[in-house]
């Protein structure tokens, strides 16, 4: 990107910046940005100053928004009202002598939101009263379909043509989730050349303050993932930058991206790969204790500074209970399975088992496995089987990767080589972008949304033959209680029997996974022992049979 293209697009940016404090309204969920300027001036202004406002919510409780120092003398606030009423601010700065930055005071009259951004409509999303799913702040469910583009923020995947198109993609096949790292990148060295947006890296070269040019450029993207209506699951950084910065920088870190973005829809993922040392690492024992133990003091860290009360967790190697001291600290647990074609599927469905069964309670889902295409594998028959499986197991949503997105492999410059010394290869990620697997995740999202896909229940007995540790390649049923069973099954040769039926009358229907398309079976009622023989599969691959109860 040119310096004018640069500062147009930086222009733009704050064209579009919603409702300010001067502006006297705003909309409830809608992120909102006022700014202060200090006369006085600092020779390391983001080291030496640190600003809050203190928002008193119409029902007169209290919250502590930190800001952002946006470079020169400025420091910004993002802020999304949850309610309609009158607000009222007050600047708050450990240099208390500066009245630029400390005690002023503003207002604000919130209207409520009336567009059809359900973020910002029904609000940020949290944990439900079952444990096992997600859903927004007034109660709507919250199905997390994810997608893989950690490096995202780099200029490999120039704005705006190459981001708007690819969130586009995104949005029409039904994800909600992306998955994207705030700049500390995996499989690269610090400051190595592909991790550069349009204003360079995300801190100066010995970690000693912040780029915030670097996260204007961010801003424009992570602001234009939440008007399509995209969560941004934000990864703070890689685990092996702990040893590199220290835990006191990496909480500088937290604390700005939480101030930059902390208003928007997003989801705070702690860091990558938690408690993995660096590739090279002489010391790995040893950082991988460290990383675990900082892990564990980010986590309180996090949540005590975070106004807005987002989810927190932790992309791990296996666990992300196993990437802190006291699991109780996450919201949920997100896996990491493998990469392995079929070989992954034992340890993908017996790691969503183990977790399902562990304390505390918490919803599962795995944030990375079998990317599309890694390694000349893991193709569309893979992804549609790790994402039913996963999904008739109990998880709360599952989230997909391909092998050429995550990296941002371009024609021009393929990503290269990893520290290891070997590259993962894969197409471009325009090309990347239509493996026909990213389609096939959204329609088994677009199939479990007709029902009240939140009521899922694993159900393994239902069908068999089902699947077992002897045998994976077998069907996997769960059942939403009064209204649906669905069982997903590879291709078999074998009956599929039904058992364990409630008494009534279903309408039974084919599903094929791969085209969305359907094939009506017809109504029918099982025996007196519950059991139904659903016919032969049309042809010779996966399908899903759906049971509906018929009113």
């Not at 234009?224 to 890689?238: H, I, R």
Request: proline residues 7%; charged residues 20%.
């Amino acid at each position: 990107m040119s310096r004018r293209s640069f500062c147009k697009a930086l222009a733009i940016s704050a064209v579009a910046t919603p409702a300010t404090a001067q502006d006297r309204t705003a909309s409830s969920g809608v992120p909102m940005e006022w700014s202060y300027t200090s006369g006085k001036q600092y020779s390391d202004p983001f080291n030496q100053v640190e600003v809050d406002v203190v928002v008193t919510l119409p029902s007169n409780k209290e919250e502590r928004v930190p800001a952002f120092w946006a470079g020169n003398s400025i420091w910004r606030v993002r802020y999304a009202p949850r309610e309609a009423g009158r607000y009222r601010f007050r600047s708050v700065c450990n240099d208390t002598a500066n009245r630029d930055l400390h005690g002023v005071s503003s207002t604000l009259d919130v209207q409520p939101y009336t567009g059809s951004n359900v973020h910002y409509k029904s609000g940020v999303v949290r944990v439900a009263e079952d444990k096992r799913h997600f859903e927004h702040a007034d109660g709507t469910p919250f199905f997390w379909l994810g997608d893989t583009w950690w490096m995202s923020l780099c200029k490999r995947l120039s704005w705006p043509d190459d981001f708007q198109a690819l969130a586009a993609d995104r949005v029409q096949k039904g994800f909600s989730v992306v998955q994207i790292v705030a700049g500390l990148y995996p499989d690269m060295e610090p400051f190595d050349p592909r991790g550069a947006n349009e204003a360079g890296f995300p801190w100066t070269s010995d970690y000693s303050r912040i780029n915030p040019e670097y996260f204007d450029m961010a801003d424009l993207r992570i602001r234009y993932l939440a008007d399509s209506g995209l969560v941004s699951c934000v990864v703070g950084f890689w685990g092996f930058f702990i040893p590199r910065m220290g835990l006191a920088k990496i909480k500088q870190h937290w604390r700005y991206l939480i101030a930059r973005w902390g208003a928007y829809p997003v989801i705070w993922c702690l860091a990558g790969e938690g408690v993995m040392p660096y590739y090279l690492s002489k010391t790995k024992e040893q950082d991988a204790e460290t990383q675990k133990q900082d892990l564990t003091e980010l986590a309180h860290y996090v949540r005590s500074i975070d106004p807005h009360r987002h989810l927190i967790t932790i992309h791990p190697l296996s666990s992300a209970r196993l990437c802190v001291t006291d699991p109780s600290l996450l919201d949920f647990d997100m896996l990491q399975t493998g990469h392995n074609d079929r070989q992954s599927i034992p340890n993908t469905v017996e790691s969503i088992q183990r977790s399902l069964a562990a304390n505390p309670k918490m919803p599962v889902l795995v944030g990375e496995v079998c990317y599309e295409g890694i390694m000349e594998e893991s193709r569309q028959e893979i992804q549609r089987y790790m994402c039913w499986s996963s999904l008739l197991c109990g998880t709360a949503g599952h989230t997909y990767g391909a092998n050429g997105i995550w990296q941002l492999n371009t024609r021009q410059h393929p990503y290269g080589l990893s520290p290891h010394g070997h590259s993962w290869g894969g197409p471009a990620w325009d090309a990347a972008a239509q493996l026909p697997g990213s389609t096939q995740v959204g329609l088994a999202k677009k199939l479990l949304t007709r029902y009240s896909w939140w009521k899922l229940q694993g159900a393994p007995d239902l069908v068999e033959p089902r699947w077992s540790k002897d045998n994976y390649w077998q069907p996997f049923a769960a059942q939403i209680p009064g209204e649906a069973v669905i069982a997903f099954c590879p291709p078999s040769r074998k009956t599929i029997v039904f058992h364990h039926l409630e008494a009534a009358t279903y309408k039974a229907y084919f599903f094929n996974p791969g085209d969305g398309s359907e094939e009506q079976i017809g109504n029918f009622q099982p025996d007196a022992s519950g059991i139904w023989n659903a016919p032969e599969l049309p042809i010779f691959r996966d399908w899903v049979i759906v049971l509906e109860h018929k009113m």
